[in-house]
């Protein structure tokens, strides 16, 4: 009644049903890429403001 597959059967039924990863893809997984663009963004805009104000007070 309550049967269902153990985790690592489930997991293995959704993975055998991807299409194949096509080349050069570096991110599959787009929340993934999207956490990591932001990142990057967020660490150029700090060091772009970090320069401005010391540029301003010297």
């Known amino acids: ?9 489930r997991i293995a039924d959704r993975v055998a049903k991807r299409k194949p990863l096509e080349e050069g893809k570096t991110f599959e997984h787009g929340p993934a890429k999207f956490i ?3 990142l990057i ?5 700090m060091h772009v ?3 401005a104000i010391v540029m301003a007070f010297s």
């Open 36 to 38: 990591f663009v932001s």
């Open 41 to 45: 963004v967020a660490v150029v805009l």
């Open 49 to 51: 403001v970090g320069v």
């Open 1 to 9: 009644m309550f049967y269902r597959k153990p985790l690592e059967e």
